[in-house]
């Protein structure tokens, strides 16, 4: 059984930072992509940043320059360091993974962790 766990969520004031981890776990035998997605309320949920196992990394245009993918292979976890936060990055974060398990590579989310920026 595959599982994300995230953390790292929580309230922060306007210009503020927060740091979200999620850690993955489980009978692994390799990750692809991880990534981290964001919904807000009445709202699709969309891509925040991506990180390849080659090291090739995605923002959306709207967190470019204030948010930093990072990974650690060797614990299976993903990072999203996220400075100068404005309001509107408001939302549940989510973690996804492409992951190898038992011979099958399939996409895993995590539950979500919520951010709320105050003004």
């Known amino acids: 059984q595959v599982q994300l766990v995230e953390s790292g969520g929580g309230l922060v004031q306007a210009g503020g930072s927060l740091r979200l981890s999620c850690a993955a776990s489980?009978?692994?035998?390799?990750?692809?992509?991880m990534g981290w997605y964001r919904q807000a309320p009445g709202k699709l949920r969309e891509l925040v940043a991506t990180h390849s196992n080659g090291g090739n990394t995605n923002y959306a245009d709207s967190v470019k320059g204030r948010f930093t993918i990072s990974r650690d292979n060797a614990k299976n976890t993903v990072y999203l360091q996220m400075n100068s936060l404005k309001p509107e990055d408001t939302a549940v974060y989510y973690c996804?993974?492409?992951?190898?398990?038992?011979?099958?590579?399939?996409?895993?989310w995590g539950q979500g962790t919520q951010v709320t920026v105050s003004s």
């Open positions: 996804q993974a492409d992951i190898w398990a038992k011979g099958i590579l399939r996409g895993y």
């Open positions: 489980g009978s692994i035998s390799g990750i692809n992509a």
